[in-house]
Every structure is written in structure tokens, then in C-alpha cells.
């Protein structure tokens, strides 16, 4: 059981530091220093066998991260070690030859278009009938086609307008008993 020696009003939290100090000091030892004498803190003394082995064992750390970077042929795994891989990364002459602003013929965008002969059919079910239909006929009208077109209509009101919904006139029986209602 362990002690302490107070010289009068110490902390508690100086006295634990004092016995920490005592438990974590490298010249402690039961025989040449008692417990409840004050030990003053001393630095621990490096051995060359210590420095040794640290070195030793930074240089196996620094061998182990080269090794893991820097593989023998035979020691590659994965689709890389096939003879006939190619890397799929882009060499630096063959990424980008031109600017993306420059336009030529070649880079010039494709406008897709709905003519049946510009589409490309790709039928899912090979006897689809829907697709044989003859293509939509569209007629694009301009002012002047429309000027023209309508000097040249004349308008019939008989034929060119309706005929009214309701061609007689409504007759009233104003003697219906309960105006109807019943």
C-alpha cells in the first residue's frame, strides 16, 4: 500500500503527478528509492541500442511502402499482368489534338432529322406494320402563299358557313299544369 507525504497544504493533483512521475521513471527500483521520498524527474538517458532500432525500424517501413508501390513483373495482379493489356489512358500526343472551339468540317455538329430516309430503322419486331405507313405530309405556309390563296377563295355564305342548330322557333304551352313541372 502506497503513502503519501504531504509538507503541509499540497494538492491532490500535485501529489498524483508526483507518484506518476515516480511510477513512469526509468531509474525507479524498489531497493535505492523508496516510495515516499520526492524523486525529481530526470530525463531518460538514450542507449545507442535504442536509436539502433528505431532506425532499424523506420528503414523496414520505408522498404515495406516501397515494396508496395513498386512491384516485380511477376508479382502483378489483376487484368494489368495480361500480356495483352493496354492501358486505356490517353497518351499526350493522342488527347487532344485540337482546341474544342475550332470548327471543321469534320467536328461539325449532326443535326438529326425525322425523314424516313435520314433515319436509321432499327425494328425491335421484324414484321412491325406500323411501320410501313407512308410518311406524315406536312405543307409549310408563308405569307405570300397565304396572300395568294385567299384572293384566290370566295366565300359562299350558304355553303361556306354552317347551317344554325336550331331551325324552328320554340313553341310554349303556358297551360301546362304547374308551368311544366309536373
Same mark, same amino acid.
Given at each position: +500500500?502506497?503513502?503519501?507525504?504531504?509538507?503541509? #497544504?499540497?494538492?491532490?493533483?500535485?501529489?498524483?503527478?508526483?507518484?506518476?512521475?515516480?511510477?513512469? %521513471?526509468?531509474? @525507479?527500483?524498489?531497493?535505492? %528509492?523508496?516510495?515516499?521520498? @520526492?524523486?525529481?524527474?530526470?530525463?531518460?538517458?538514450?542507449? #545507442?541500442?535504442?536509436?539502433?532500432?528505431?532506425?532499424?525500424?523506420?528503414?523496414?517501413?520505408?522498404?515495406?511502402?516501397? @515494396?508496395?508501390?513498386?512491384? +516485380?513483373?511477376?508479382?502483378?495482379?489483376?487484368?494489368?499482368? %495480361?500480356?495483352?493489356?493496354? %492501358?486505356?489512358? #490517353?497518351?499526350?500526343?493522342?488527347? *487532344?489534338?485540337?482546341?474544342?472551339?475550332?470548327?471543321?468540317?469534320?467536328?461539325?455538329?449532326?443535326?438529326?432529322?425525322?425523314?424516313?430516309?435520314?433515319?436509321?430503322?432499327?425494328?425491335? $419486331?421484324?414484321?412491325?406494320?406500323? @411501320?410501313?405507313?407512308?410518311?406524315? *405530309?406536312?405543307?409549310?405556309?408563308?405569307?405570300?402563299?397565304?396572300?395568294?390563296?385567299?384572293?384566290?377563295?370566295?366565300?359562299?355564305?350558304?355553303?361556306?358557313?354552317?347551317?344554325?342548330?336550331?331551325?324552328?322557333?320554340?313553341?310554349?304551352?303556358?297551360?301546362?299544369?304547374?308551368?311544366? $313541372?309536373?
Amino acid at each position: +500500500m502506497f503513502f503519501f507525504r504531504s509538507d503541509g #497544504p499540497e494538492p491532490a493533483t500535485l501529489r498524483i503527478q508526483e507518484f506518476r512521475r515516480f511510477l513512469f %521513471s526509468p531509474h @525507479r527500483s524498489i531497493s535505492n %528509492s523508496p516510495l515516499p521520498f @520526492r524523486v525529481a524527474a530526470q530525463p531518460p538517458t538514450p542507449t #545507442p541500442m535504442a536509436a539502433s532500432a528505431s532506425a532499424a525500424g523506420a528503414g523496414k517501413s520505408l522498404a515495406q511502402t516501397f @515494396r508496395r508501390f513498386f512491384k +516485380m513483373p511477376w508479382e502483378i495482379t489483376g487484368p494489368c499482368a %495480361s500480356p495483352e493489356y493496354r %492501358s486505356a489512358l #490517353p497518351g499526350a500526343l493522342e488527347y *487532344r489534338q485540337r482546341c474544342p472551339a475550332t470548327l471543321t468540317e469534320e467536328t461539325r455538329a449532326v443535326v438529326p432529322t425525322a425523314d424516313p430516309g435520314t433515319v436509321y430503322d432499327i425494328k425491335y $419486331y421484324t414484321r412491325d406494320r406500323r @411501320r410501313d405507313r407512308p410518311p406524315v *405530309r406536312r405543307t409549310l405556309l408563308r405569307k405570300p402563299d397565304l396572300e395568294r390563296y385567299m384572293a384566290a377563295k370566295q366565300f359562299d355564305p350558304v355553303k361556306d358557313f354552317p347551317a344554325p342548330y336550331v331551325n324552328t322557333a320554340v313553341e310554349e304551352d303556358y297551360d301546362a299544369v304547374g308551368g311544366g $313541372y309536373q
